[in-house]
């Protein structure tokens, strides 16, 4: 299995909504990333987890809170969000963390989100 | 600050042509170089990494790494209809993250 599955594809909130948006490798991979793409724009670093545990914080809002229930699954939490966070939202794996050897990036198919 | 540069382009080819697509970047102590693609609406997928000076080919895609020039440039021969997106140039510093440029839009028109 070498792949990073992301659900959902899309979704629609509004700013008063709770949602979640999931990620889950299955590559043994050390390290896990959230990250924001605006349409034209290169993906913008969000989080890091390397080994199950937050590394980075690139300043996020605190309406975007990450979770890593296992070394396997990302999470991210997204409460009173602002239209201007509509966007395609990625999910990361690779092998070992930033630095490491095996830092090639694996992208999910990614989450577009739309913020009403 | 640590940057990434490209030509946003679009840079246009005929089919069968090669594509020469460049990227510059600012900090010397950069260690590993990556391609990635972009299609429109979808997550960027990896087609080159690089890490020594030189070319480095596979099929018809070649990375080329010139260190001393802080330049690093993806070749593809034979562009076809289906190479057309976006290529995303991305570099990374030993316990950095990496940086990626901001991309530069292929066209290849039949």
């Known amino acids: 299995d070498t792949e990073v599955t992301q659900t959902p594809k899309h979704l629609v909130m509004g700013m008063t909504n709770k949602k979640s948006l999931k990620c889950e490798q299955h590559?043994?991979?050390?390290?896990m990333y959230w990250y924001k793409q605006k349409a034209k724009k290169p993906p913008e670093l969000m989080f890091v987890y390397s080994y199950e545990k937050l590394s980075i914080n690139e300043s996020v809002p605190s309406r975007f809170s990450p979770e890593c229930p296992n070394s396997s699954l990302l999470n991210l939490h997204l409460h009173a969000l602002q239209p201007e966070d509509s966007a395609l939202y990625l999910c990361?794996?690779?092998?070992?963390?930033?630095?490491?050897?095996?830092?090639?990036?694996?992208f999910g198919s990614g989450t577009q989100l739309s913020v009403l | 600050q640590k940057e990434v540069e490209q030509n946003s382009g679009p840079l246009s080819v005929p089919e069968g042509a090669i594509a020469s697509l460049n990227c510059t970047y600012s900090d010397r102590g950069s260690q590993s170089f990556f391609w990635y693609r972009q299609y429109s609406g979808k997550s960027p997928e990896l087609i080159m990494s690089i890490y020594s000076n030189g070319d480095k080919e596979d099929g018809r895609f070649t990375a080329q790494l010139n260190k001393a020039s802080q330049y690093v440039s993806l070749l593809i021969r034979d562009s076809q209809p289906s190479d057309s997106a976006t290529y995303l140039c991305?570099?990374?510093?030993?316990?950095?993250?990496?940086?990626f440029g901001g991309g530069t839009r292929l066209m290849v028109k039949p």
């Open positions: 590559m043994g991979h050390r390290a």
């Open positions: 991305a570099v990374n510093n030993a316990g950095n993250m990496l940086t």
């Open positions: 990361a794996s690779s092998q070992d963390p930033p630095g490491g050897a095996g830092e090639k990036l694996f």
